[in-house]
């Protein structure tokens, strides 16, 4: 049975890393007007509450998206983003990616989100049946799988796995491999954790190797408490979209400057 739960860790500086990216991306894209696809592999709720109990218990949010907001200009699509989840769902809530996605989306565009565990995809499809998603409850990189390529064939995949369950390392990479197979065209984005103990290095090598033009971002940060094994993240883009590696620099520079205190 599938146990975690993001709630504990949403707007985290993992997180800020992630969504700032994928909005700039899908903010990039939709700037043509040709329609795209969008496919999440594990979704999540969608949508978080910072006063949570769980937000509370942990503190993530706090030392995250509640101390760095101001890296990002008003009119930065994550900045946007943020702003329109707020202005909709209220002041003290962060969205997911779904939500990070459906709101820079336009209805020409279409959405695909996998969630696995009972009660985060229950709420998810409440949430996202407002916003015309097609949302499983399946395994993700089955989902992907099975949907390449979409249509529209522009588009962007989000891979976020929790990692719990441990034979993502060894998987991802040979999904992603079949998928840009299928889909030559599509901008695959890979979030993995940094962990004290290294387990996503073996998964990057096998990565790089297969699409050694892929773009590696990784960012470090303090642990989020005594204890704590994550000490920062990374994506890993294949296909990426012309300007995102300059956009990469600029947010990695912003956590340099975070980890020099």
């Not at 939709?30 to 696809?37: E, G």
């Not at 599509?186 to 297969?210: E, F």
């Amino acid at each position: 049975m599938l146990s975690y739960q993001h709630a504990f860790h949403a707007g985290n500086l993992a997180d800020v890393q992630k969504h700032a990216l994928l909005a700039w991306m899908l903010d990039y894209l939709t700037q043509k007007d040709k329609p795209l696809s969008y496919l999440e592999t594990h979704a999540g709720r969608g949508l978080y509450r910072l006063t949570s109990a769980e937000a509370l218990k942990t503190g993530e949010a706090a030392q995250g998206i509640g101390r760095v907001l101001d890296w990002f200009a008003p009119n930065h699509p994550y900045r946007q983003r943020l702003a329109e989840v707020a202005a909709m769902y209220g002041a003290e809530t962060y969205p997911g990616s779904p939500l990070i996605a459906a709101t820079g989306l336009r209805e020409t565009d279409r959405m695909h989100l996998a969630e696995l565990h009972p009660q985060e995809y229950a709420a998810l499809s409440e949430l996202m049946a407002g916003w015309g998603a097609d949302v499983r409850r399946e395994d993700g990189l089955a989902m992907a799988l099975a949907l390449t390529p979409p249509t529209p064939r522009r588009g962007v995949m989000l891979i976020d796995p929790s990692y719990e369950v441990k034979t993502d390392y060894d998987r991802i990479p040979r999904v992603m491999a079949q998928v840009a197979r299928k889909w030559n065209v599509g901008h695959l984005m890979l979030w993995y954790p940094i962990l004290s103990d290294s387990p996503h290095r073996p998964m990057l090598s096998a990565l790089q190797a297969t699409f050694p033009e892929g773009l590696r971002h990784e960012v470090g940060f303090p642990p989020a408490r005594a204890g704590h094994r994550m000490t920062g993240s990374g994506v890993f883009v294949v296909n990426p979209p012309w300007g995102l590696a300059e956009e990469t620099a600029r947010l990695g520079a912003m956590f340099a400057r975070l980890s020099r205190g």
